[in-house]
């Protein structure tokens, strides 16, 4: 004879709060085993319970008794159900909860970064497209466009000093255009992955027109000139390079850059100003 064992559907519910459970509560489920072995124990229908005792009293007082049973389980699965759902809105409160400290960390730790590190950094390792200012080299209608603070101090020296001991750079161009960089925002020429020094502010070409990178810098210096150039960059503690020095890539006459850690470099800045004031005359 076939039937529907009377506790099916709790059956397949309890399989699925069971799968519930088993993540979210592993000592319930042992209990929920309990219960489904009860519901087994009294999947025989109220009829054939009736036709083995042979009496409708006991086949009815059976059925009802089956029937509570289902309705007890029914409440208590629903209990269950909604305590598993409690549970997991519970987890995602939590998560949410997580998500946002994790937020509120990243935007404390922001700031710090980014004074740290502003993102994409130049072949020197300074920050590109820095807080940066047009500045007058003295004794010249020339301006360089340099990063605010030491690396700019210490370039605008060196473009001072080169224009008074190695070569005027208000003389411009054969053209007659302006021919004194500061900074801009590209890549190394030929590179397109390493950004430039001129990004972030840090490096300057002098008399680009007369001196283009390239030409060996004894075509476009007197030995002189190159030698007063090395004893500038020598004065600077070697916190600046010039690209006519350069061994592994194309000399660049024209160019001078930072290469000192923003300590050394503020070291030698702060050496330029005490210098300074002991020039200046005394009050
Ligand atoms: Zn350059």
Known sequence: ?????????????????????????????????????????RQVPGEGFGKVSGSQTASSGHQTNVQDGAQRLRDAMKRLSDWIGGVNDSDDAYRQNDQQRAQQTDDIAQPVRVAQNAGPTSQNGYPVDPPRSS?????TGVRLNVANGDAGDVLVHVADE???????????????EADDWGYAHRNVRGSSTTISNHASGTAIDLNAGSHPRGVPVANTFTPAQIDEIHNIVNETGGVVRWGGDYQHAPVDGMHFEIVGTP?????????????????????
């Open 1 to 41: 004879m076939t039937y529907t064992p009377a506790g099916q559907g709790f059956l397949a519910e309890s399989e699925a709060l069971q799968t519930a459970a088993n993540s979210h509560m592993p000592k319930q489920v042992s209990a929920l085993d309990s219960i489904k072995s009860l519901l087994t124990g």
């Open 135 to 139: 500045r007058t080299v003295p004794g």
């Open 162 to 176: 080169f224009n008074r001991r190695v070569e005027n750079i208000d003389q411009n161009a054969p053209t007659g």
């Open 263 to 283: 300590d050394q470099v503020a070291a030698y800045a702060q050496q330029l100003r005490n210098a300074q004031q002991h020039q200046q005359p005394a009050q």
